[in-house]
């Protein structure tokens, strides 16, 4: 068993690393030793404003002092470096979606238990004060029995800000691949398993055009459907209605509504770490407000909650197995859009129970 901190590895210098890196270079748990890309070039500008190494990615997964690796590649590469990874004796923390397709990310997670590793995976933000609290409102009670929930991501797209915006609309993107994790994890984390899905989508144009950077003008071609609506079903008759676009010119997004036999919640936006709760009961004409209350450091939280979990031999709450889950609950989205059938969701996952409040992910716990 290792001691001290945690050495951590980079692969991928795209816009997301730098939102870790902000987080775990002040999280004494962790220890950031290197990061790599594709573009070497790339590697080392992120490297050198951070003043960490920048490496190969070879060099990378051969360096005895790395233990998790984040693998913050594009969508469609995330099963394959993962297994690099993995292979390297090393565990990983990836971005979601996990991997693109069920057998890709299944083999993930059959090849993690292989070789006594552990495979984690974003959304980490539901990991934040926000969302932690509005689940401990629901754990204890605060709105009775849930039974129903609505979800809300609408969006022109983000090729008015994002300088290279053409990943989010291929294969493993979309609003559905791309935001539906946040909000399909916040789900199952109140409602449970989902067990079925019922769906309905939509394109409402074949190319968009890139609005800012230096590629700003240029057009590219949309591989996916820009708008789903989903009815899904979870395990004991729960439901909840959710939407996915990247066809709305009046943006609606991070809206999260969880309804129980006592009242309903409307919970912070689970693409972010604060926000405050609102509950609603029954007999009252305005709601309560209840504070977040706990961590909200931001993306790289889940990397650090991973190791001290691998430290103490406990599961992690951002887990594979809860990844895998929500992305066969997408994948069920997609395919009973295309179809009009209702489909299966081809998973469970047991769900872990929230953080304590106190829990800090920049404290010293690790020696």
């Known amino acids: 068993m290792n001691a001290?901190?945690?050495?951590?590895?980079?692969?991928?210098?795209?816009?997301?690393?730098?939102?870790?890196?902000?987080?775990?270079?002040?999280?004494?748990?962790?220890?950031?030793?290197?990061?790599?890309?594709?573009?070497?070039?790339?590697?080392?500008?992120l490297a050198g404003r951070h003043g960490i190494a920048a490496l190969g990615v070879d060099e990378l997964l051969a360096r005895d002092d790395i233990e998790v690796v984040l693998n913050l590649t594009h969508p469609a590469a995330h099963a394959e470096v993962g297994h690099r990874i993995l292979a390297?004796?090393?565990?990983?923390?990836?971005?979601?979606?996990?991997?693109?397709?069920?057998?890709?990310?299944?083999?993930?997670?059959?090849?993690?238990?292989?070789?006594?590793?552990r495979v984690a995976c974003a959304p980490d933000t539901v990991l934040g004060a926000g969302i932690q609290t509005a689940l401990?409102?629901?754990?204890?009670?605060?709105?009775?029995?849930?039974?129903?929930?609505?979800?809300?991501?609408?969006?022109?797209?983000?090729?008015?800000?994002?300088?290279?915006?053409?990943?989010?609309?291929?294969?493993?993107?979309?609003?559905?691949?791309?935001?539906g994790p946040y909000d399909v994890t916040t789900l199952v984390l109140a409602l449970g398993p989902a067990t079925r899905v019922h769906a309905v989508s939509s394109t409402s144009r074949a190319t968009r055009t890139i609005g800012s950077g230096p590629r700003a003008g240029r057009t590219f071609p949309v591989q996916v459907p820009t708008h789903h609506a989903a009815l899904i079903e979870f395990a004991g008759g729960r439901s909840a209605q959710s939407t996915f676009s990247f066809q709305h010119a009046l943006p609606r997004s991070g809206f999260v509504e969880v309804n129980g036999t006592e009242g309903t919640i409307v919970l912070p936006d689970p693409n972010r770490f604060d926000g405050t709760s609102l509950l609603w009961r029954y007999g009252h004409d305005e709601p309560a407000p209840i504070p977040a209350a706990g961590s909200d450091h931001g993306r790289g939280t889940g990397v650090v909650?991973?190791?001290?979990?691998?430290?103490?031999?406990?599961?992690?709450?951002?887990?594979?197995?809860?990844?895998?889950?929500?992305?066969?609950?997408?994948?069920?989205?997609?395919?009973?859009?295309?179809?009009?059938?209702?489909?299966?969701?081809?998973?469970?996952?047991?769900?872990?129970?929230?953080?304590?409040?106190?829990?800090?992910p920049a404290e010293r716990t690790l020696g």
């Not at 390297?88 to 006594?116: I, M, Y």
């Open 136 to 179: 401990r409102a629901i754990a204890r009670g605060d709105i009775g029995e849930p039974l129903t929930a609505t979800t809300m991501v609408h969006l022109p797209g983000p090729e008015s800000w994002h300088p290279s915006p053409e990943f989010l609309y291929a294969p493993g993107a979309g609003p559905l691949f791309d935001l």
């Open 88 to 117: 390297a004796g090393k565990h990983v923390w990836s971005e979601k979606p996990l991997a693109t397709d069920h057998d890709a990310a299944a083999g993930l997670l059959a090849a993690a238990e292989s070789a006594g590793l």
């Open 305 to 360: 909650e991973l190791v001290r979990a691998i430290r103490a031999g406990v599961p992690e709450r951002a887990s594979g197995a809860m990844a895998a889950h929500v992305l066969d609950i997408l994948l069920a989205v997609d395919r009973a859009a295309a179809s009009g059938a209702v489909v299966p969701v081809a998973s469970t996952v047991a769900v872990p129970q929230p953080l304590p409040e106190g829990w800090d």
């Open 4 to 45: 001290g901190p945690a050495g951590v590895g980079v692969i991928g210098a795209g816009n997301i690393a730098t939102q870790y890196l902000t987080t775990l270079l002040g999280c004494p748990d962790v220890a950031v030793r290197g990061i790599a890309d594709a573009d070497p070039d790339r590697a080392r500008d």
